[in-house]
């Protein structure tokens, strides 16, 4: 079974602070995703990686960065944190870019104080 | 961008019904996926309907596309308890990402 770990389930951090969520998979996927889900508006696209050292935006990429060194391991990173950025973080991996299947994670409930 | 719409945002029945719901999206897809997240849990996929397919079964689950009206349903059969969570469709097309909407939280009442 492919396997997608969050680093926390649940984070809190004081406004302004760095944040670094990290998301590991073990099935090789070469695609990582990395959303934001909030109450009434489904999931939300930050960013996605289809190769190490690549990165693309999504729909909301403003507050965001994220790393890829790695395959195995996406980081999504909140340069400095802000209370609009509380939410759901869900990371995800596939083999291939969409259409393909997506695996998700456990989330991270961030709350920014 | 938002594309696909779920409808019902909410559906409670009694354990032993059947469930429906409905997906509308916007452009043209390849694809169209759903998933299900139980509360405060990651999204697992249950299945994948293909832009040429127009019906796909496994297990309980039942899924329909029409293209011509851009909408797809979900039918879940005989309905346990265990079934309580949002489903969420998810729609490919030209672009390299998936477009997930709003969801439908279903709740199955023992």
């Known amino acids: 079974d492919v396997k997608v770990t969050q680093s926390s389930r649940y984070l809190v951090k004081r406004t302004g602070e760095k944040v670094f969520l990290e998301c590991v998979q073990d099935?090789?996927?070469?695609?990582m995703f990395w959303y934001r889900q909030d109450p009434g508006l489904g999931l939300r696209l930050i960013y996605f990686?289809?190769?190490?050292?690549?990165?693309e935006k999504g729909d909301i990429p403003e507050g965001y960065s994220v790393s890829r060194e790695k395959k195995e391991r996406f980081s999504l990173i909140l340069e400095s944190a802000s209370t609009n950025q509380t939410s759901m973080y869900l990371c995800?991996?596939?083999?291939?870019?969409?259409?393909?299947?997506?695996?998700f994670g456990p989330g991270t409930r961030l709350t920014v104080l | 961008s938002q594309q696909g719409e779920e409808d019902p945002q909410a559906l409670s029945i009694q354990e032993g019904e059947n469930a429906t719901m409905n997906c509308s999206y916007k452009t043209s897809i390849n694809n169209l996926q759903w998933y299900r997240q139980n509360s405060g849990r990651g999204l697992v996929h249950l299945i994948l309907?293909?832009?040429?397919?127009r019906e796909k079964h496994s297990g309980r689950l039942r899924v329909t596309l029409d293209t011509s009206k851009k909408s797809s349903s979900l039918l879940i059969t005989a309905s346990r308890a265990a079934d309580t969570a949002s489903y969420f469709c998810?729609?490919?097309?030209?672009?390299?990402?998936?477009?997930f909407g709003s969801g439908t939280q279903l709740t199955v009442l023992p």
């Open positions: 099935m090789d996927h070469e695609n």
């Open positions: 995800a991996s596939s083999f291939r870019i969409a259409p393909d299947t997506q695996y």
């Open positions: 309907i293909r832009s040429n397919e």
């Open positions: 998810a729609s490919s097309g030209s672009a390299r990402q998936l477009t």
């Open positions: 990686s289809y190769d190490v050292k690549m990165k």
